[in-house]
């Protein structure tokens, strides 16, 4: 089934939904621009949308045939506030689903994981896109990256593990391709960069870039759990110190070749988006 109807991109302006956003726009597709404050972005109609706010679901699915899925960011439940949205969005004419979740979080798995298993029962055509960590947690607004720009440090509690980080800009080609090749995936993917790398390789690789020193501080896990209560809710904070243990542990060393196998490229090295991210934050006069 080819669709060629609107394509919803919720979370718009976010990491990844604002590059898919682009990626669409440049492939001639038409696009709805969903986030709490219906900001404009090119080429796109703006739509209001909360995640929270059933009455906003209404005009961000109009028209729509094809749907790219940011979760609510913090929510350790979200599938207690997706569920309802995603039969709404089939009763009304919904086809292809496309989830952002992460290699971290398996089928069936907490948080994004019960929406990722209910998934295919809704939709004929879907896609869970599974990415490792992002390399932008470490050049864009995250808390590693704050703390590399203010104190020349990463705090984790992933010891000497190693990560495939990768590039959001790789996460968005696949989420266009996902939502717009003529077949729909129809599976779940797990996204890498080319090669996995530890935090310590990560604060080394910046410090070059960047011409500053960067190190790597290992946390235990309480301690990590503790630092991040201290800004987000405290169950959410558990999930999130519990995968820094588990890259500690081994989970996250491994890479795949799933980028380069639909778009047709290779997934960009952290090196390259250090020096396009990074240089100019740091260099500059």
């Not at 980028?259 to 090196?271: D, S």
């Amino acid at each position: 089934m080819t669709l060629t109807g609107t394509i919803l991109v919720i979370g718009a302006t976010g990491t990844t939904g604002s590059r898919t956003t682009a990626g669409l726009i440049a492939a001639g597709h038409r696009v709805k621009a969903a986030g709490r404050h219906a900001t404009p972005l090119p080429g796109a109609e703006p739509v209001r949308f909360d995640w929270y706010d059933p009455t906003t679901f209404g005009d961000a699915l109009d028209g729509v045939d094809r749907a790219y899925l940011v979760p609510p960011v913090g929510d350790p439940d979200p599938a207690a506030v997706m569920m309802p949205f995603l039969r709404q969005a089939r009763a009304a004419g919904v086809r292809r689903a496309v989830l952002l979740s992460s290699s971290a979080i398996s089928e069936g798995g907490p948080a994004v994981g019960a929406v990722h298993q209910a998934l295919p029962g809704l939709f004929d055509q879907w896609a869970v896109l599974r990415p490792s960590w992002f390399m932008q947690n470490f050049t864009g607004t995250h808390a590693h990256a704050d703390s590399i720009r203010k104190d020349g440090v990463i705090r984790t509690a992933a010891g000497t593990g190693r990560v495939g980080f990768v590039d959001a800009d790789d996460i968005a080609a696949v989420a266009v391709h996902a939502l717009t090749n003529d077949r729909a995936p129809n599976a779940d993917m797990v996204l890498t960069g080319p090669e996995a790398l530890s935090h310590d390789d990560i604060a080394t690789i910046a410090t070059r870039v960047t011409g500053r020193p960067v190190v790597h501080h290992q946390l235990a896990y309480e301690d990590m759990r503790e630092r991040l209560a201290a800004v987000i809710p405290p169950e959410f904070a558990a999930i999130l110190a519990a995968m820094d243990r588990a890259i500690a542990e081994g989970a996250e060393a491994r890479t795949t070749d799933t980028v380069q196998r639909l778009t047709g490229r290779p997934p960009n090295p952290f090196r390259v988006v250090a020096e396009r991210e990074l240089r100019t934050v740091h260099r500059a006069p």
